[in-house]
């Protein structure tokens, strides 16, 4: 039986989006707890982050604005009426998958009225995509090992280690759906064949034949995905290239560029700041709220090239060994238990465990300058 649509208070979205926000939660246990879709939640979440800034407004501040807007209005209604046209006849001209991502539920403009401007239909906007099943929780798992193990391997070859070591038959889409969903792909060296975002600006590859040997000399990040007993989360880092030293991380239970800009902040805060800052191309980090920091502190930014597993490769060893040494061993229940177990590697990692690369020594010993405290060779 079809389910009744239900229209939900003001307050009990404020109260879910401050939920998701807080991040003490994966999204799946705010569904549950609420009785509210997964996208529901990450969709209400955006609205109330999107539109925090007009509660501190004072009502002349806001007045003001509206009258300097109004005329704005008036002025552009003619030029709105002639590129009207123009723009439904080419958002006609994207395939209707990419027509319906153009759909956005927080403008002003009713989703019918943009419905018929993209040509689609009505129904097809409104329809929510199923939540994560408990099977494909446990798939993504399986996938994650299988792609820390053999970074080079598409979904094609992945679906077939499934079968050879799990003695699962999954279809290629399927895969394909889940690592979209984790934020992996094959990592391997080939032809540039994806075009960048043109609203993203995409740095050049600075480190290419750079010797880096001192210190905050280059810093790199990365996102992972992080297995949960229900749900999963999402984990960024900030490390040191040099000593391997991991400066600050975030946990989040969302893609968002805000805990990515929160542990930059944090480690330039506490470390000071590098001459080049490496990334990949993920929207956190080409967007401008987070290369806005890197500007501000007069960093040079580098971007990895598309597929360039060699780019970003320590903190690439870094997500192998967190995973095979904490992540794997535990089935974590709740984030705070996540938080703390990740935490407790991370303090560990930078200050015993030693690296055959760095002469035995552990990044802290290296980032500080300090003795390995080993003893001398006869």
Known sequence: MRRKRRNHLPGFKAKVALAAIKGDRTLAELAEQFDVHPNQIQDWRKQLLDQADTVFGSGQDRKTADEAHLKDLHAKIGELALENGFFSQSARSLSMAERKKKVDRAHGLPISRQC????????????????????????????????????????????????????????????????????????????????????????????????????????????????????????????????????????SNSLDAAPCVEALEEALANYGTPEIFNSDQGCQFTSEDFTDVLKDNGIKISMDGKGRWMDNVFIERLWRSLKYEEVYLKAYDSVAQARQGIDDWLMFYNEERRHASLSRMTPDQVYYDLPSGLPIAA
């Not at 792909?185 to 609203?199: C, F, Q, S, V, Y």
């Not at 210190?215 to 949960?228: E, G, K």
Request: glycine fraction near 6%; charged fraction near 30%; charge should be positive.
């Open 116 to 251: 018929l401007a993209l040509d689609i239909s009505r129904s097809s906007a409104y329809r929510k995509l199923a939540g994560v099943s408990d099977g494909d929780i446990d798939l993504m798992r399986k996938l994650d090992e299988l792609h820390l193990k053999r970074p080079f391997k598409g979904s094609r070859r992945l679906r077939d280690d499934l079968w050879d070591n799990h003695g699962l038959q999954v279809n290629r889409k399927r895969v394909q759906r889940l690592m979209r969903l984790m934020g992996i792909r094959a990592l391997h060296p080939g032809a540039k064949t994806t075009r960048p975002n043109p609203k993203h600006k995409v740095y050049p590859y600075l480190l290419r034949e750079l010797e880096i040997n001192r210190v905050n000399q280059v810093w790199c990040t990365d996102l992972t995905y992080i297995p949960m007993r229900k749900g999963f989360l999402y984990l960024v880092a900030i490390m040191d290239w040099h000593s391997r030293k991991v400066l600050s991380w975030r946990l």
